[in-house]
C-alpha cells in the first residue's frame, strides 16, 4: 500500500519547525500550557547560549532586595523580552536547548542516545563500519544525528552516517519508504552528493556518505569550519560577506538544474538551503534527498507556511532558492519575508530573481517555475561542463507511492496556511475592535442609538397619549372635529426631546396650526445623565388648545403639577 491513513507506530507527528512562543505569568494558570522556570534556570540557557555568540538581553542577578514588587515586576519585565528576542530568531527557536526549556514535556527524550542505540544494532550486521567520534550538533535538526565514520580495511578515509527519526509528512508505506531509501546510492547526478550506503526500518533511516573537509555552501558563506556545532557556525559570523558575482551565477544555475531534475522524476524535495549544498570543488551537489522520504519539515517551512500561494513542493524548492540566492548574494539571511527592498546586489539581475522570489509580489501571487528562473538574465547565459550523465531510476509503482505522498505532504501544508491565515484574520479584526478609535466610534454609534430608540418610544408615547386623550373627551369635543385644532406635529416633539437630552434651559414655546407645545420646565437644568425616553403630558384648556409638556422620566413625577 502507497499511503497509510493511520501514521505508523514510529512516527513522530510533532512539527519540530513550529515556532514556539512564550508569555511570563504571575502564577501558574491550570487552563493552559504552563511551565514553572526560576531565574537560575533563565540563566543556566543563557550560558547554554553563549556559544552562538550573540549578546543576548538576559536581566542582571541581584541578590539583595531581589523580592521587592517593584523589582520582581522589572524582572519580568526583562525576561520577557529575553524570550522575545530568543524565539524570533530562527535559528535559537530551532535549537535543542530552546525547545527543551519552552516545552520539556515533548523534548524531554535524549536523542543522541537513542541515535546510538539505532548505530549500534546497524553494527551488528554490518561489522565493516566504526564509529570515530559523534558530530555534536553540526546540524539544526533535533531528530538528526550525524556520526564521523570509517572503514576498518581503509583506516584514513572518513565518512559521515546521518540518522534520523520519522518526521510528521512521512506517508509512505514502511516497504515503499524502506525501498526508495536503499534506492538512493543508485542516484547519479553531477550535482547531487552521492550516497554510499542507505537503509531504513519501520521507525527510522540510517545514511552513509563521504565527508568532505570543505563543507558546505553555507560554510564557505560564514567562513566556518564543518565540524563545529551549528549555532557557532552560522549565529553570528565574524565577517559578513556574499559570494562573487561569477560563484552566484555558477552555484544557482548547478543548483537549480538539480531541482528541475527531480520535479521531472516526480521526486518531492523542499529541503534546499545553504546547509544542505555539498561544495566539491567548484561545483554544488545537493544533499539530503531522503528528508522528504522520511517525512521531515522544511527549514524554512516558518517562512512559506505564511503564503497560501506557496502550495506546492516545487513552489517551495523555488521560494527556498530564493533564501538560498539571497545568502549568497549578502553573506546574511533576510531579516524577514517577504522582502520590501534588496540592498544593492553585484547585477540587477540578480534583484529580478529575488524579487520573484522573496518580494509581497512573489508571496502573494505565487513563484516562478524552475525553468522560467533558468531563462533569466542571470542564469541563462551560465555554461556547465559536465561528462557525468544524470541517471536515476524509479520504478512505476515506487513513483505513484511519491506522488501520492507529495499530495499528502502538500494537502497538510494548505490545511496549516489556512489555519495561520484564519488566526491571523482573528487576531487583526481583535486588534482592530480593541484599538481607541474603534471604541469611540461604537461610543458614538451608541449615543445615536440610544437617541433614535428615544425617538422611536416618544413618537409612541404621544400616540398613545393622544389616543388616550381622545378616548377620555368624549363627544361633546372630538379630536376630528372642524372646530378643534390638531394635536402637535411630530417635529415638534422631536425637537424638545433633543433640546431636553443635550441637557440646556427651557423657556420655550412652539406653534404649530394653533397647537402650542410647551415644555413645564422653564428654570430648571436637566444635567446630561438624565438620558431616557421623555414622557409626553397632554392638558387641553378651556379655549381648546392643546398643550404638550414633554418631560425625561426621572423628573415627570416631580414636576407633573406644573403648567407651562
Known amino acids: 500500500m502507497a499511503f497509510m491513513e493511520k501514521p505508523p507506530a514510529g512516527k513522530v ?107 549500534s544494532m546497524f553494527f551488528r550486521s554490518e561489522p565493516k563500519w566504526e564509529v570515530v567520534e559523534p558530530l555534536k550538533d553540526i546540524g539544526w535538526r533535533i531528530r538528526k544525528k550525524y556520526f564521523l565514520m570509517k572503514i576498518k580495511n581503509q583506516p584514513k578515509e572518513r565518512l559521515v552516517l546521518s540518522w534520523a527519526d520519522l518526521g510528521p509528512d512521512k506517508y509512505l508505506s514502511d516497504k515503499d519508504f524502506q525501498c526508495l531509501i536503499k534506492l538512493l546510492p543508485s542516484c547519479l547526478h553531477p550535482y547531487i552528493y552521492r550516497v554510499t550506503f542507505a537503509t531504513a526500518n519501520e521507525s527510522s533511516a540510517l545514511l552513509i556518505r563521504m565527508f568532505n573537509d570543505k563543507g558546505t555552501l553555507k560554510d564557505l558563506i560564514y567562513k566556518a569550519k564543518p565540524k563545529d556545532p551549528f549555532l557557532k557556525k552560522y549565529c553570528n559570523p565574524k565577517k559578513i560577506q556574499g559570494l562573487e558575482l561569477q560563484q552566484i551565477k555558477t552555484y544557482g544555475r548547478q543548483i537549480l538544474e538539480v531541482l528541475k531534475f527531480l520535479h521531472d522524476k516526480g521526486f518531492p524535495y523542499g529541503h534546499l538551503h545553504a546547509s544542505n549544498v555539498m561544495l566539491d570543488g567548484d561545483t554544488c551537489r545537493l544533499l539530503d534527498l531522503e528528508n522528504s522520504l522520511l517525512g521531515l519539515p522544511s527549514f524554512y517551512r516558518s517562512y512559506f507556511s505564511q503564503f497560501r500561494k506557496i502550495n506546492t513542493l516545487e513552489s517551495v524548492d523555488v521560494h527556498c532558492f530564493g533564501h538560498l540566492l539571497y545568502e549568497m548574494t549578502y553573506g546574511r539571511p533576510p531579516d524577514s519575508v517577504p522582502v520590501d527592498s534588496f540592498p544593492p546586489a553585484p547585477s540587477m539581475a540578480v534583484v529580478a530573481v529575488l524579487e520573484s522570489t522573496l518580494s509581497c509580489e512573489a508571496c502573494k501571487n505565487g513563484m516562478p517555475t524552475v525553468s522560467r528562473l533558468l531563462q533569466m538574465p542571470l542564469f541563462s547565459d551560465v555554461l556547465l561542463t559536465t561528462s557525468e550523465k544524470p541517471q536515476f531510476k524509479i520504478p512505476t509503482k515506487l513513483k505513484e507511492a511519491l506522488r501520492i505522498a507529495k499530495e499528502c505532504i502538500e494537502k497538510r501544508l494548505i490545511e496549516e496556511q489556512k489555519q495561520i491565515y484564519q488566526h491571523r484574520r482573528l487576531t487583526r479584526a481583535q486588534s482592530h475592535h480593541g484599538s481607541e478609535e474603534e471604541r469611540k466610534k461604537r461610543k458614538i454609534l451608541a449615543r445615536k442609538k440610544s437617541k433614535r430608540s428615544a425617538v422611536e418610544n416618544s413618537e409612541e408615547h404621544s400616540a398613545k397619549y393622544s389616543n388616550s386623550n381622545n378616548s377620555g373627551s ?87 403639577g406644573k403648567n407651562a
Open 13 to 119: 507527528l510533532l512539527d519540530d519547525t513550529v515556532p514556539l512562543t512564550a508569555a511570563i505569568e504571575a502564577s501558574q494558570s491550570l487552563q493552559s500550557h504552563t511551565i514553572v522556570r526560576r531565574y537560575s534556570d533563565f540563566d543556566l540557557l543563557n550560558n547554554s547560549l553563549q556559544i552562538a555568540g550573540l549578546s543576548l538581553p538576559l536581566p542582571p542577578k541581584k541578590l539583595i532586595g531581589n523580592m521587592d514588587r517593584e523589582f520582581i515586576a522589572e524582572r519580568q519585565k526583562g525576561l520577557q523580552n529575553y524570550l522575545n528576542v530568543i524565539t524570533t530568531n530562527h535559528i535559537l527557536s530551532n535549537c535543542e536547548l530552546v525547545k527543551k526549556f519552552l516545552d520539556p514535556n515533548n523534548y524531554s527524550a535524549n536523542y543522541t542516545e537513542i541515535a546510538l542505540q539505532q548505530v
Open 474 to 560: 368624549g363627544a361633546s369635543s372630538p379630536l376630528t372635529s372642524p372646530s378643534s385644532p390638531t394635536p402637535p406635529s411630530t417635529a415638534a416633539a422631536l425637537g424638545l426631546s433633543k433640546r431636553c437630552k443635550e441637557g440646556k434651559w427651557f423657556s420655550m414655546k412652539y406653534k404649530t396650526l394653533n397647537c402650542y407645545v410647551s415644555h413645564s420646565v422653564k428654570r430648571m437644568l436637566l444635567p446630561k445623565y438624565l438620558i431616557g425616553d421623555p414622557e409626553p403630558l397632554i392638558h387641553r384648556n378651556s379655549s381648546g388648545d392643546w398643550y404638550v409638556y414633554l418631560l425625561p422620566p426621572q423628573l415627570s413625577s416631580r414636576l407633573e
